[in-house]
């Protein structure tokens, strides 16, 4: 009998042990007084950029470390409500999309920045791509500073351009009328004139440059709209007369083994077509309807901080002094295929170097980066990723999609603010 | 207890070991599955977006989904329950029998048949992410050798019947193998002089199989069968990773809703999401109920 209690003793012991080792390892990570917890959605290749950044960011012997955290971004967002909920393990410093700040505000979670720019006179509006800059400022406060603006825009086939569009480039406006005249002749030498990628981008790039945009005052979608459909209807058009690749058809196979001559992607896509030797490619904007209006979608990464009642002033200004040392020392960044929302950039040789300075070195083309801001962004987005693909390779009629997706968002929005 | 009963009481042994042996099992079950069911319903009769505090509403969400026929999330859970429906009754009766086949083929010792019972365990083992990126490259329209070898372009993920079709063949795939073990041990079990016996009565394989085999082993075929349903309507991974949902819905499966709504790109809508998990629940219940009572009932 006794040997059976001590036994169960020790057993529970042992469970116990690891059921707490485990929450105490996990809840002290980042804690710790000297230094900064960091979190940021960068797993892949520009991960390892960033780290490189916060690494030689520790050499400099800050007061208050770095510790780099990356996670992958849907997994980030989901934590991140239930630790600034916790108040535990709260990270000090944290990348987010731009499209998520408006949300994060509207909750009460982010920290303005107000009171401390004053001792940071070099972060300002003037030292910043203004799409960047501008969507951290929410009713006169601070929420965010950029880290970058990334772009979706077009690669394209040099030695393709020359054989079905000499002229194409031009005026640096590549039209939908000319990748359409390319494509017809492409196409009899089985050449897809352009591989249709990420639908969200290339539907929203469009529907702005038509006059539409996915709110009409910050509050409403606004979806169910004739720009909309004739948005939906001219990539329809380019899939149904065989200018864009077929459904199901890799654009980036097609574009990287030299079968496409236009391939709309984002500007972070060209370490991977370094890869395809052989390869001869160049960089322009987003193709346009006409070269009136020109919009390329864009998005931001930006440094927020959630609320935290524990944060210190100097750990606060631990944080700043980091973010002004990124506006500073952000090649890396950018040789990560990305482009710095910070001008500083702009001094270094070695970025002009890079395929996507372009969209920063020209001030005209800076005001062209269209970031969607609204505050129920998420809600629109969802819809528009079930909405375009089907749409546009037939497998849904383009007013009855465009129904649901206006009523899906009201929808969402209307339930969530049941409150 | 002790101090109630008295002496009487006393001599019975207080026997703690039948709990040592379920405590660690009691402990996991309650932290992993009982507390955050309980959660999940409470939340259910919230309006919670994951950061406020969850406030109460009733049987508001479940009227939403379940009676006000104008809203997304009613289309949501109608469309979402269907295609869950339809993936349970086309993927079980192929994740029964095609492992029980196999197992019956491996029971006779064939040559090889370790390799054979390794090679069908093996995908089993494999993560869903892997599986289904494999998949996506074999079914692959223009570089996929499936389409290469016959010779076809189709588009296997993204029209109908063959996103169906697919989603099916790869299920099967990759779980033969849970199913495909239980056969064995099961067989293993079966005495052999009953088919000697069978044997000498001039029984053919195909009999023995009917008459021996299936009800010699119907415990674990119930088992397996229960099991494999409620396995099937947990579906996400396939139909997210390979079909994406469609074409145009038709097979988003009701855990992606619950996931959009939850945790999706936009504020949380967690009540909602919670609601169509607890109905989600009440299904899987209701369905093994029913196979418990209707396979119990031939005993």
Known sequence: MRKKVVSMFSVILVLLVALTGCGTTSSSSGTAKNEILYWNPFVGPDGENMKQIVNEYNKTNPKYKIKNVSYKDSDM????????????????????????????????????????????????????????????????????????????????????????????????????????????????????????????????????????????????????????????????????????????????????????????????????????????????????????????????????????KNRSEEKTKGIMDFIDYVRENSLPWAQAGQNPAALAILESPEYKKLPQAFLIEDPELQKTLKIFDYKYNGFAAEEIDKLVGDAIYGKLDIDKGLKTAQKAVEDKIATNNKK | MINAGGKKYRKKRLNFSPYLYIGPHLILFTIFFLIPTLYGIYISFTNWDLIGNPEFVGFSNYTEILFNKDSTFYEQLRVGLGNTFKFVLFTVPACIIVPLLLAAGLNTKPRGFK????????????????????????????????????????????????????????????????????????????????????SIDGANSIQKFFRITLPSIRAQILYTLVITTIAQFNVYGQPLMLTKGGPASSTSVLLMYIQENAFGSGNSIAGIGSAMAVILGLCIMVVSAIQFIFLRQRD
């Not at chain 1, 944290?94 to 909750?107: C, G, L, M, S, W």
């Not at chain 1, 800059?133 to 077009?154: A, E, K």
């Not at chain 1, 004739?226 to 864009?244: C, F, N, R, S, Y």
């Not at chain 2, 869903?128 to 588009?155: C, Q």
């Open chain 2, 115 to 198: 390799f054979f019972q390794v090679l069908f365990y093996m995908p089993t083992l494999f993560s869903v992410s892997a599986v289904m990126i494999i998949f996506s490259m074999l079914f692959s329209v223009s570089f996929g050798p499936i389409n290469h070898y016959l010779n076809v372009e189709t588009n296997w993920l993204a029209t109908q019947p063959y996103a169906w079709i697919t989603l099916v063949v790869v299920t099967v795939w990759w779980t033969i193998g849970a199913n495909l073990i239980i056969y064995l041990a099961a067989l293993n079990g079966v005495s052999k002089d009953i088919y000697e016996a069978a």
């Open chain 1, 77 to 308: 967002y989901k934590k991140i409500p239930t630790v600034v909920n916790s108040g535990k393990g709260i990270p000090d410093l944290t990348i987010v999309h731009a499209e998520r700040i408006k949300q994060f505000v509207d909750n009460d979670l982010l920290t303005p920045y107000d009171n401390l720019l004053a001792n940071y006179p070099e972060i300002k509006s003037e030292n910043y791509v203004p799409a960047g800059w501008n969507i951290g400022d929410i009713n006169g406060s601070r929420y965010s500073v950029p880290l970058d603006v990334h772009s979706f825009v077009m690669y394209y086939n040099k030695d393709l351009l020359e054989k079905y569009a000499p002229n194409a480039l031009d005026d640096n406006v590549i039209t939908f009328d000319e990748i359409r005249a390319a494509g017809e002749k492409s196409k009899k030498d089985n050449i897809t004139g352009v591989g249709i990628t990420w639908t969200r981008p290339i539907f929203l790039s469009i529907y702005n440059q038509l006059g539409g945009d996915i709110t009409s005052d910050g509050e409403t979608p606004t979806l169910n709209t004739p720009e909309a459909k004739e948005a939906l209807q001219l990539l329809k058009g380019l899939v149904d007369d065989k200018i864009a690749n077929k459904d199901g058809e890799d654009p980036a196979q097609l574009f990287k083994s030299g079968k496409a001559i236009f391939y709309p992607e984002g500007i972070w896509m060209q370490n991977s077509l370094n890869e395809a030797k052989n390869l001869n490619w160049g960089l322009t904007i987003f193709p346009q309807i006409s070269p009136d209006k020109i919009v390329n979608w864009t998005s931001s990464h930006q440094f927020v901080m959630f609320n935290d």
